[in-house]
């Protein structure tokens, strides 16, 4: 018990002051750490916690446990976590490293995901099969109220005469990427709901790619189909799977099935892979994006199409090389 | 059913210290995101003014530019204020906001992007009901992008500024010559209590005459009940006086932090 309070309080305050110095100082990025200012905000630290409990026992000193209690607050998150400098943040380490070893990490959400998109196609695939008519409710974009034959004809002959998207072509792939990306961070933020959002948005997706699919192949434009959707889909359809992936990885650290820790361990453990995952996702979107603008789009006898099923195909083949092979000394080294 | 709600989060160290926090509600929140809009749609309205009066690229780049900006204003704006100001944003600035970590641990990037990503979701159907009912139903006021990224939002408390001398200044305390009385008279009048007696103090002149007399002789009296002084220190003393000498014990003597 403090007898005289007054005295207490006189002889602590340098030591809160030279906490709250120390705080503040610590709180700007320009001052570098030393073992000895570690040393010294530990003993300050615990020193102001002490003093804390003490004046607990004095209610009437509401304003100065205030303080007190505040500045606590503040050294307790400087003590037991380093903020992590992002001035530390190698940009091609992370996007060769961590990205790919992050997606390997989850690589059963990403099965998942994937077996949902080809459960969607075969449903999509089989409903515009055996019901043409359900073409125009599911394809969107205009696929559904036109004949697939009629659309390729037309892009062909129109290629020859004029470029019909001149001067709209940095304005149609921003629009892609703004498209693309909010898909993609829905994908992931509707994994909150157990992971069900998430599983909707990627099935839907995928009975719009069967429906597709199924329409052209149907037609006899199966060229056409691939040198149109490979340039841009092989990495623009893996980057809405991966955003569904981090969906799903969200969803079940919220549904924690078999593991013992709380669920706010749960989430503070997958939480950076989460935004790794979706930051990987939007660079392949910008990628794709540029893509389909400036290429994709472009048919013969503008662009033959074995130029474009090949440019497709290298790069689908590139991107399950990134993903499969990167990073694994990280990975090896991790384990 | 909703969780109860608490109106603080208290966090208790390995050292054995528990300290809280006073916890934002929905509309100090709601109050915070509206500032955010306006401050986003100047940001934008600039940039879109900055672009088009440059004349440095055509009207297809320009176009192009301006949704990528607009779509990373409204991605990044927060993201980026809450990571340089520790947690908050003008609009949490004006309105005494911080976000913080759920475990009173450091703030970390991921977080920061992760609880702002999350919007996308928090913000539906329209002007964030999803977020908001999270909000209401969860007892330590987090929308959904808090509870992904372990976040809480909290409210900065007022320093309160006692200006005790005001009321005390140059008058003599008896009270003081008995150091060990008014030291337990502090450890068992409470804060509340204690502020009571301030607060008549300080409204003492706005009160009616049989009223004043009546509440100072109740608060006299409960601070009797608390600890007993010696009758010759208190004697000839009126209630009023009586309440100002303990007053002055309990919260006078040093400046407000």
């Not at chain 1, 615990?46 to 509401?62: C, G, Q, V, Y």
């Not at chain 2, 993201?79 to 600035?93: N, P």
């Amino acid at each position: 018990m403090i007898i005289n309070l007054e005295q207490f309080i006189k002889s602590e305050t340098p030591f809160w002051e030279e906490l709250d110095e120390l705080l503040i100082k610590f709180a700007s990025s320009e001052r570098k750490r030393t073992l000895e200012d570690a040393k010294r905000l530990h003993y300050l630290y615990e020193r102001a916690s002490s003093d804390l409990n003490k004046l607990i026992t004095f209610s009437a000193e509401r304003e100065t446990r205030a303080h007190l209690e505040n500045l606590v607050a503040r050294a307790y998150s400087e003590v037991h976590v380093g903020r992590v400098r992002q001035v530390g943040f190698r940009p091609l380490h992370w996007f060769f490293n961590t990205f790919p070893c992050t997606f390997r990490r989850h690589i059963k959400a990403f099965n998942m995901i994937v077996l949902v998109t080809a459960v969607g196609c075969l449903f999509g695939w089989f409903t515009v099969a055996f019901d043409p008519d359900a073409k125009a409710i599911l394809l969107p974009f205009g696929h559904g109220e036109r004949d697939a034959s009629e659309r390729v004809r037309l892009e062909e002959q129109m290629g020859k005469h004029e470029d019909r998207l001149a001067g709209h072509k940095a304005q149609f792939s921003s629009h892609l990427m703004q498209n693309n990306i909010s898909v993609s961070i829905r994908a992931m933020a509707f994994g909150a709901a157990w992971g069900i959002g998430t599983i909707l948005i990627i099935f839907y997706n995928g009975i719009i790619m069967g429906g597709i699919v199924f329409d052209y192949i149907n037609s006899g434009e199966t060229e056409f189909l691939l040198a149109w959707l490979l340039p841009h889909g092989s990495i623009e359809i893996p980057a809405i799977l991966l955003a569904g992936q981090a969906g799903l990885v969200l969803g079940g650290a919220i549904i924690g099935w078999g593991d013992r820790v709380s669920l706010r361990a749960r989430l503070r453990r997958i939480a950076p892979d989460l935004v790794t995952l979706i930051a990987g996702v939007s660079l392949m979107l910008v990628w794709a994006g540029i893509i389909e603008a400036f290429f994709s789009q472009y048919h013969e006898p503008v662009l033959p199409y074995s130029l474009k099923i090949a440019f497709g195909t290298l790069e689908l083949l590139a991107l399950i090389y990134f993903l499969a092979r990167c990073g694994r000394a990280a990975d090896e080294s991790a384990t | 059913m909703a969780a109860h709600r608490q109106n603080a989060l208290r966090i208790q160290t390995p050292e054995g210290v528990e300290f809280s926090y006073l916890l934002a509600g929905p509309i100090t929140r709601s109050l915070a995101w509206m500032v955010d809009v306006l401050i986003i749609a100047a940001l934008m309205a600039l940039a879109s003014f900055v672009l088009y009066s440059a004349f440095l690229i055509g009207d297809d780049m320009a176009a192009a530019i301006q949704g990528l900006l607009f779509f990373v204003i409204q991605l990044g704006y927060s993201m980026t204020l809450e990571w340089l100001w520790h947690g908050q944003t003008v609009g949490k600035k004006m309105v005494k906001l911080r976000v913080i970590d759920a475990q009173g641990l450091q703030l970390q990037f991921h977080q920061i992007v992760l609880r702002n990503l999350m919007r996308f979701v928090d913000a539906l159907p329209l002007l964030y009901f999803v977020g908001g009912l999270t909000c209401l139903l969860n007892r330590h006021a987090q929308r959904l992008g808090d509870l992904a990224a372990n976040t809480v939002v909290i409210r900065i408390p007022e320093v309160l500024q006692r200006d005790t001398a005001c009321i005390l200044a140059g008058k003599f305390n008896s009270l003081k010559q008995f150091p060990h009385l008014t030291a337990r008279l502090q450890q068992r009048i409470t804060p509340h209590e204690a502020m009571l007696g301030f607060r008549a103090l300080q409204r003492r002149d706005e009160m009616d005459a049989s009223s004043r007399v009546e509440l100072f002789e109740e608060l006299a009296e409960h601070y009797r009940n608390a600890v007993e002084f010696p009758e010759e220190v208190t004697e000839g003393i009126s209630d009023e006086n009586y309440v100002r000498n303990v007053v002055d014990v309990l919260l006078g003597g040093r400046s407000a932090w």
